[in-house]
């Protein structure tokens, strides 16, 4: 790393460690390794080669570095035109002065960049330069938020604390002349959590920072006079950022599948109204706005995505009060077919839906009698298998999902305050004890996969008090638990 000159008093060194503002570098030329990088991503992005969603913006702007720790990026602009993405401009700019922070993992003091995709929906300067973001004109006292208070990563007008950025002052400097706010650890795209950063922005000065992505003031103008609430900004290193592989789905040129359920990840829920709603998942352990999808799931007694016929679009298997069981096909051009019967009379039994074996889906279900039934794939089902003989009722929060990574999906569920996972087979006696403490509080469990990022697997479960936690899971063990949501319990249907 080349020497680094400070252009404020030596006493805003530390001050400077708790926010993401700038930090002048004497380097001006990119090494020469930078010049390696994806050059093309407009069209990865059209091939579905992005790993990030990017909601079918009309503008997708790509900030890539070659690696994490490299902090020189290429910024490119992508905008839609007759259903493809195309090349409008191509700039340079820096990241945080220690690159890029894995997926998810940005915190404060570590001087690094968010990776993921982001929208834009402020932007904030001297003057506005003809924007159609919310603008926030700033004046002697703007302040953007870092003390722990109402006011986090917010913009506001005020006194403010130690740890509230001054926009005055750096706008005087050069740096926020021209500035959008990339909403990292901010709504619409996520739940502010105190802690994990703030004031990440696009700015002026072509300087390092503390996490923002900085470039030309002229470039900025240009990213502001086009930009419209919605588009997005596409973060990270290359390995991060791209891969060689097609989202689910048939392709929009948008770099996702434009089938109404996308991932693995996303959670599908319903209230009172029986409108289903699904919170696609971001990949980055966050959860993106909630979309609508269909109607008329207010007796429903849970939902489950899966690819129930293998053709590579995600659909949904929903059990309802009533005792039956409904497969809705999901199309390829969004939306979903006729729902189809698959079983009735099931008033008293408790689902889940996934594959059992290495290829077909099932659908295991504990009925009345307290048995565990195996239902593989088919038209309707019939003649179950019994994998489990009895005294199954005890047990609640039933999930499939491949704990000891050997291919095949093991029965996760709780009993009392512990969970437990018994081995995948024909008959389930052999269990794990792998969680002790607190799951009687659980009151739904699924299985999710890439919701932290592409391979990732792990489990979802709701809380009594509508706490949302993630739990990651490795090779026959939990990892650390993070909240992810708060407030679920206004939904009477958590879906699995």
Request: net charge positive; hydrophobic share 30%; charged share 25%.
């Amino acid at each position: 790393m080349k020497a680094i000159r400070f252009t404020v008093p030596a006493a805003m060194a530390l001050a400077l460690a708790l926010l993401a503002g700038p930090i002048a570098d004497t380097a001006t030329a990119p090494p020469a390794d930078a010049a390696r990088q994806v050059t093309n991503p407009c069209t990865r992005l059209n091939h579905g080669q992005v790993k990030y969603n990017t909601h079918e913006a009309k503008r997708v702007t790509f900030a890539t570095a070659r690696t994490r720790s490299s902090n020189y990026v290429r910024i490119t602009s992508c905008v839609k035109r007759n259903g493809k993405y195309q090349q409008e401009w191509v700039s340079s700019g820096r990241a945080g002065l220690r690159g890029f922070a894995a997926q998810g993992k940005l915190w404060e003091n570590t001087w690094k960049s968010p990776t993921g995709s982001f929208s834009v929906t402020e932007a904030l300067g001297r003057k506005d330069p003809g924007t159609k973001l919310k603008y926030h004109r700033i004046k002697p006292n703007s302040k953007w938020g870092g003390e722990r208070t109402r006011h986090y990563n917010q913009y506001f007008e005020g006194r403010g604390g130690e740890s509230d950025e001054n926009l005055w002052r750096y706008m005087n400097q050069g740096y926020y002349e021209q500035a959008a706010v990339i909403n990292w650890n901010r709504k619409p795209d996520m739940t502010t959590v105190r802690g994990a950063s703030f004031a990440i922005f696009l700015h002026a000065g072509n300087t390092t920072s503390a996490g923002c992505i900085s470039t030309h003031l002229s470039t900025v103008k240009r990213f502001l006079r086009t930009a419209v609430p919605g588009d997005r900004m596409v973060l990270g290193a290359v390995r991060d950022i791209f891969t060689s592989k097609h989202h689910h789905g048939r392709n929009t040129g948008a770099g996702l599948s434009v089938a109404s359920i996308k991932s693995g990840g996303d959670i599908l829920s319903a209230g009172r109204s029986g409108v289903l709603w699904n919170y696609p998942a971001a990949g980055n352990g966050w959860l993106n706005p909630k979309v609508r999808v269909k109607s008329g799931f207010r007796k429903a007694k849970s939902s489950h995505v899966v690819d129930w016929n293998r053709d590579r679009v995600f659909d949904i298997i929903t059990h309802f009060d009533n005792g039956r069981l409904y497969y809705y096909q999901g199309k390829r051009d969004g939306g979903f077919r006729a729902r189809k019967l698959l079983a009735t009379g099931w008033h008293h039994n408790t689902i889940t839906v996934g594959k059992w074996n290495r290829s077909k889906p099932s659908v295991l279900s504990r009925d009345r009698r307290g048995r565990m039934l195996l239902y593989t794939h088919a038209s309707r089902l019939q003649s179950p298998k019994v994998i489990g003989k009895g005294g199954w009722r005890p047990y609640s929060n039933f999930a499939l999902i491949d704990f000891d990574k050997d291919g095949k999906n093991e029965l996760a569920t709780t009993k009392g305050s512990r969970l437990y996972v018994y081995e995948n087979g024909m008959n389930l006696k052999k269990r794990k004890f792998v969680g002790r403490y607190g799951w009687q509080r659980v009151n739904s469990l699924r299985a999710v996969e890439t919701y932290k990022s592409e391979g990732s697997r792990g489990l979802q479960a709701r809380m009594d008090n509508g706490q949302l936690r993630y739990y990651p899971v490795y090779k026959n063990r939990l990892g650390k638990r993070s909240t992810i949501g708060h407030g679920w319990n206004v939904y009477p249907l958590h879906f699995k």
